[in-house]
């Protein structure tokens, strides 16, 4: 399964037997196993320059919320290298053994994710660009944050949508009213929090003692609720969740209609990837937000 010239560099570089390369579920972009060496279990992913590209965002954004989350398990960054003549690009990974959900599981992913976000900058961004899925994620630093989500989130989204053909002209009229509400929709300086940037139910998963760990990340700092958002995009997230995030670090009144804003960003990044099923939820988010 594994390229032979990628077991032999990875044997090499970790200095131990390669003895298989189990595959494993979930993904849509890159190869991935369960790597099995004389020395223990790894998480490896591999791919050519168009997948291998994502790995260093991902390595960097592991890395970041490693540092940050305290009662949420992160993945440690074990190597990730550019694909070469001989071989892939890969990125390999702690193996996290999974398990089943302990009495205290959502209570515990609740409180971890608003500790993380405790976790701030002095502004919106990340020190490096990274990838949403198979697409490009700007992270230029910005010192206002609807700025940030207005040239860095939207606006990309929707000039990829108009280039690929998939943006609808009577969209536009909703866009504009958008914007220009921006400011009274989206807070200014909220603190400027360390994100997960992608969190749905695919990534996130249950450790072997029944603890919360996050997988996949599409890491930056901004408001913390854009987060929340995206859990209640596709569902999965138990009401204890919620309730245990909100008596760590309250959400303020508004939220809901922030949610829809911060959601329209993932709804057209999935309308860029999976095509019209998504133009549906597109159209019908944009035109309730401009009438907010």
């Known amino acids: 399964m594994i390229p032979d010239s990628l077991r032999d560099h990875l044997a090499t570089q970790l200095d131990t037997s390669i003895e298989g390369c189990a595959a494993v579920s979930g993904g849509c972009i890159a190869n991935g196993c369960r790597l099995e060496t004389g020395q223990g279990s790894y998480f490896l992913k591999w791919g050519e320059e168009n997948v291998a590209r994502t790995f260093p965002g991902e390595a960097a954004g592991l890395d970041a919320l490693r540092r940050a989350a305290e009662s949420i398990s992160v993945p440690d960054v074990v190597e990730t290298e550019p694909p070469s003549d001989q071989r892939p690009g890969f990125l390999l990974l702690q193996w996290i053994n999974a398990g089943r959900q302990g009495r205290r599981f959502w209570e515990t992913f609740g409180r971890g994710l608003a500790e993380m976000h405790r976790s701030t900058e002095k502004q919106y961004g990340f020190d490096r660009s990274n990838y949403i899925g198979r697409l490009p994620q700007e992270n230029d630093w910005e010192h206002d944050w609807i700025t940030f989500f207005r040239k860095h989130r939207l606006e990309p989204q929707v000039e990829r949508a108009r280039a ?4 609808e002209a009577e969209w536009d009229e909703y866009l504009d009213a958008l914007f220009l509400n921006l400011s009274d929709l989206l807070p200014a300086q909220p603190p400027a929090s360390i994100l997960h940037g992608d969190l749905w139910k695919g990534n996130f998963m249950v450790t072997a003692t029944g603890e919360p760990a996050v997988i996949d990340p599409a890491t930056y700092y901004g408001h913390r609720e854009a987060d929340l958002a995206m859990t209640e995009l596709f569902g999965g997230f138990d009401t204890r969740f919620y309730d245990a995030y909100n008596e760590a670090w ?4 508004g939220y809901e209609t922030r949610r829809d804003v911060y959601n329209l960003y ?11 099923s998504y133009a549906g939820s597109v159209r019908k988010t944009l035109s309730a937000l401009a009438t907010v």
């Open 250 to 253: 309250p959400v303020e009144d």
């Open 164 to 167: 690929d053909d998939r943006w």
């Open 266 to 276: 993932h709804l057209i990044n999935h309308l860029n990837h999976f095509g019209e």
